[in-house]
Protein backbone atom coordinates (compact mmCIF):
# COMPACT_ATOMS: atom_id res chain seq x y z
CA UNK A 1 0.00 0.00 0.00
CA UNK A 2 1.10 3.68 0.00
CA UNK A 3 2.44 3.64 3.34
CA UNK A 4 4.68 0.68 2.94
CA UNK A 5 5.96 2.72 -0.40
CA UNK A 6 6.95 5.82 1.58
CA UNK A 7 8.49 3.74 4.33
CA UNK A 8 10.40 1.66 1.97
CA UNK A 9 11.62 5.19 0.18
CA UNK A 10 12.16 7.00 3.31
CA UNK A 11 14.45 4.16 4.42
CA UNK A 12 16.48 3.15 1.19
CA UNK A 13 19.00 5.62 1.12
CA UNK A 14 21.82 2.78 0.98
CA UNK A 15 25.71 2.91 2.54
CA UNK A 16 26.53 3.30 -1.36
CA UNK A 17 24.19 6.37 -2.32
CA UNK A 18 25.25 9.92 -1.60
CA UNK A 19 23.13 13.07 -2.37
CA UNK A 20 25.66 15.80 -3.77
CA UNK A 21 25.16 19.95 -4.00
CA UNK A 22 23.87 21.28 -7.17
CA UNK A 23 26.81 22.07 -9.28
CA UNK A 24 26.79 25.85 -9.58
CA UNK A 25 25.21 27.40 -12.69
CA UNK A 26 27.08 28.27 -15.53
CA UNK A 27 24.32 28.44 -18.33
CA UNK A 28 20.67 28.22 -19.12
CA UNK A 29 20.51 24.74 -18.20
CA UNK A 30 22.05 24.64 -15.14
CA UNK A 31 22.10 21.23 -13.43
CA UNK A 32 19.93 20.10 -11.21
CA UNK A 33 19.61 18.51 -7.61
CA UNK A 34 21.58 14.71 -8.30
CA UNK A 35 22.34 11.67 -6.08
CA UNK A 36 25.03 9.07 -6.69
CA UNK A 37 24.33 5.77 -6.36
CA UNK A 38 26.72 2.63 -6.01
CA UNK A 39 25.57 -0.46 -8.08
CA UNK A 40 27.03 -4.46 -6.54
CA UNK A 41 26.81 -7.71 -9.01
CA UNK A 42 24.00 -9.93 -7.92
CA UNK A 43 26.57 -12.95 -8.40
CA UNK A 44 30.68 -12.07 -8.20
CA UNK A 45 32.14 -10.22 -11.00
CA UNK A 46 35.88 -10.18 -10.63
CA UNK A 47 36.39 -7.86 -13.46
CA UNK A 48 34.27 -4.81 -12.18
CA UNK A 49 35.90 -3.17 -9.97
CA UNK A 50 33.45 -0.62 -9.43
CA UNK A 51 29.78 0.27 -10.89
CA UNK A 52 27.98 3.65 -10.14
CA UNK A 53 25.11 5.70 -11.51
CA UNK A 54 24.49 9.10 -11.31
CA UNK A 55 21.14 10.62 -11.59
CA UNK A 56 20.52 14.43 -12.10
CA UNK A 57 17.24 16.52 -12.49
CA UNK A 58 16.99 19.54 -15.34
CA UNK A 59 13.90 21.20 -16.17
CA UNK A 60 12.12 19.24 -18.48
CA UNK A 61 14.67 15.58 -18.42
CA UNK A 62 16.24 13.51 -16.11
CA UNK A 63 20.10 12.34 -17.07
CA UNK A 64 21.86 9.12 -16.00
CA UNK A 65 25.11 8.98 -15.97
CA UNK A 66 26.77 4.90 -16.08
CA UNK A 67 30.16 5.04 -14.74
CA UNK A 68 32.47 1.33 -14.92
CA UNK A 69 35.61 0.68 -13.86
CA UNK A 70 37.32 -2.71 -14.48
CA UNK A 71 38.69 -5.14 -16.97
CA UNK A 72 36.14 -4.53 -19.70
CA UNK A 73 37.35 -6.71 -22.65
CA UNK A 74 35.44 -9.77 -22.27
CA UNK A 75 31.91 -8.10 -22.21
CA UNK A 76 29.60 -7.09 -24.78
CA UNK A 77 30.19 -3.64 -25.51
CA UNK A 78 30.08 -3.14 -29.35
CA UNK A 79 27.23 -0.53 -30.42
CA UNK A 80 26.26 -2.93 -32.50
CA UNK A 81 22.30 -4.58 -32.85
CA UNK A 82 18.65 -2.97 -32.94
CA UNK A 83 18.42 0.67 -33.37
CA UNK A 84 15.22 2.63 -32.07
CA UNK A 85 12.88 1.03 -30.33
CA UNK A 86 12.83 -2.23 -29.56
CA UNK A 87 12.45 -4.82 -26.86
CA UNK A 88 14.26 -7.69 -25.28
CA UNK A 89 16.97 -4.77 -24.73
CA UNK A 90 17.72 -6.90 -20.92
CA UNK A 91 19.00 -9.96 -23.08
CA UNK A 92 22.30 -8.11 -23.45
CA UNK A 93 24.08 -5.45 -22.08
CA UNK A 94 21.55 -2.43 -21.03
CA UNK A 95 21.74 0.54 -18.99
CA UNK A 96 18.11 0.53 -16.80
CA UNK A 97 16.43 2.80 -14.34
CA UNK A 98 13.06 2.07 -12.91
CA UNK A 99 11.31 5.09 -11.22
CA UNK A 100 8.58 4.52 -8.51
CA UNK A 101 5.88 6.23 -7.36
CA UNK A 102 3.68 6.54 -4.30
CA UNK A 103 0.85 4.04 -4.62
CA UNK A 104 3.44 1.45 -6.19
CA UNK A 105 3.28 1.98 -9.68
CA UNK A 106 6.74 2.27 -11.67
CA UNK A 107 8.53 2.69 -14.81
CA UNK A 108 11.46 1.16 -15.99
CA UNK A 109 13.39 2.41 -18.90
CA UNK A 110 15.98 0.50 -21.11
CA UNK A 111 18.68 2.04 -23.58
CA UNK A 112 21.64 0.15 -25.34
CA UNK A 113 24.75 0.89 -27.14
CA UNK A 114 23.33 0.66 -30.34
CA UNK A 115 20.73 3.68 -29.05
CA UNK A 116 18.24 0.85 -29.18
CA UNK A 117 15.79 1.63 -26.05
CA UNK A 118 12.32 0.99 -24.41
CA UNK A 119 9.82 2.57 -21.44
CA UNK A 120 7.73 0.57 -19.99
CA UNK A 121 5.10 1.10 -17.13
CA UNK A 122 3.57 -0.89 -14.84
CA UNK A 123 1.05 -0.80 -12.13
CA UNK A 124 2.11 -2.69 -9.56
CA UNK A 125 5.26 -5.56 -9.02
CA UNK A 126 5.65 -7.04 -12.74
CA UNK A 127 1.64 -6.19 -13.37
CA UNK A 128 -0.26 -4.29 -16.42
CA UNK A 129 2.85 -3.49 -18.21
CA UNK A 130 2.77 -1.21 -21.35
CA UNK A 131 4.46 0.75 -23.59
CA UNK A 132 4.83 3.97 -22.14
CA UNK A 133 4.85 6.70 -24.47
CA UNK A 134 8.03 8.44 -25.35
CA UNK A 135 10.59 10.09 -27.39
CA UNK A 136 13.86 8.19 -27.98
CA UNK A 137 16.41 9.22 -25.14
CA UNK A 138 19.83 11.15 -25.65
CA UNK A 139 22.55 8.36 -25.41
CA UNK A 140 26.34 9.22 -25.92
CA UNK A 141 28.75 6.41 -24.60
CA UNK A 142 32.81 6.97 -24.39
CA UNK A 143 34.57 3.29 -24.11
CA UNK A 144 38.47 3.95 -23.21
CA UNK A 145 41.07 1.03 -21.39
CA UNK A 146 39.56 0.16 -18.36
CA UNK A 147 36.75 2.48 -18.54
CA UNK A 148 33.12 2.89 -19.46
CA UNK A 149 30.93 6.05 -19.18
CA UNK A 150 27.25 6.04 -20.81
CA UNK A 151 24.69 9.08 -20.23
CA UNK A 152 21.34 8.82 -21.18
CA UNK A 153 18.87 11.65 -21.06
CA UNK A 154 15.22 11.26 -20.75
CA UNK A 155 12.07 13.36 -20.75
CA UNK A 156 11.36 13.72 -17.29
CA UNK A 157 7.15 13.61 -17.87
CA UNK A 158 8.23 10.10 -19.53
CA UNK A 159 9.06 8.73 -16.04
CA UNK A 160 5.76 9.77 -14.45
CA UNK A 161 5.23 11.07 -11.05
CA UNK A 162 8.20 9.36 -8.67
CA UNK A 163 9.64 9.72 -5.32
CA UNK A 164 12.52 6.71 -5.64
CA UNK A 165 14.81 5.30 -8.45
CA UNK A 166 16.64 2.57 -8.91
CA UNK A 167 19.08 2.61 -11.66
CA UNK A 168 20.24 -1.36 -12.59
CA UNK A 169 23.16 -2.53 -15.23
CA UNK A 170 22.88 -5.63 -17.43
CA UNK A 171 26.26 -6.43 -18.64
CA UNK A 172 26.47 -9.22 -21.56
CA UNK A 173 29.68 -11.17 -21.76
CA UNK A 174 29.14 -13.63 -24.24
CA UNK A 175 25.79 -15.57 -23.78
CA UNK A 176 26.34 -15.03 -20.30
CA UNK A 177 24.64 -12.02 -18.07
CA UNK A 178 25.94 -9.92 -14.91
CA UNK A 179 23.17 -8.12 -13.58
CA UNK A 180 24.13 -4.85 -11.19
CA UNK A 181 22.13 -3.22 -9.35
CA UNK A 182 22.04 -1.01 -5.44
CA UNK A 183 20.63 -4.39 -3.32
CA UNK A 184 19.30 -7.59 -4.66
CA UNK A 185 16.81 -9.70 -3.15
CA UNK A 186 17.36 -12.89 -1.68
CA UNK A 187 16.53 -15.85 -3.83
CA UNK A 188 18.07 -17.62 -6.69
CA UNK A 189 17.61 -15.18 -9.62
CA UNK A 190 18.28 -12.02 -9.84
CA UNK A 191 14.94 -9.21 -10.14
CA UNK A 192 15.26 -5.90 -10.84
CA UNK A 193 11.81 -5.48 -10.32
CA UNK A 194 11.88 -5.93 -6.85
CA UNK A 195 11.52 -3.71 -3.96
CA UNK A 196 15.31 -3.88 -2.63
CA UNK A 197 17.75 -0.83 -3.63
CA UNK A 198 15.29 1.98 -4.49
CA UNK A 199 16.53 5.42 -3.19
CA UNK A 200 14.89 8.42 -3.09
CA UNK A 201 14.21 10.78 -5.74
CA UNK A 202 17.23 13.65 -5.20
CA UNK A 203 16.05 17.23 -4.28
CA UNK A 204 17.65 20.50 -4.49
CA UNK A 205 19.38 21.81 -1.14
CA UNK A 206 18.86 25.20 -0.48
CA UNK A 207 22.31 26.95 0.25
CA UNK A 208 23.17 28.65 3.83
CA UNK A 209 22.02 31.95 4.58
CA UNK A 210 24.46 34.28 5.46
CA UNK A 211 23.85 36.22 8.90
CA UNK A 212 23.96 39.80 9.16
CA UNK A 213 24.77 41.89 11.72
CA UNK A 214 22.76 45.26 11.96
CA UNK A 215 24.30 48.36 13.52
Not at 44 to 71: F, K
Not at 189 to 198: A, I, K, L, S, W
Request: with cysteine; proline share 8%.
Amino acid sequence: NDEQVEVILRHAILPGSKPMRDVKATGIDAPGPSAEVILTPFAPCRQIRTCSVTLSLHPGYARLEYALEGDLGTFNLKPDGPVGRADGLWRDTCFEAFFIGVTGAYTETNASLSHAWNLYRFEDYRTDMRESVASAPDVTSALQSGSLRVSVGWELSALGPFTGFKPTVVLGEGSARHYFAPAHPGGARPDFHGVEGYVPRPRATCAPQQETTHG
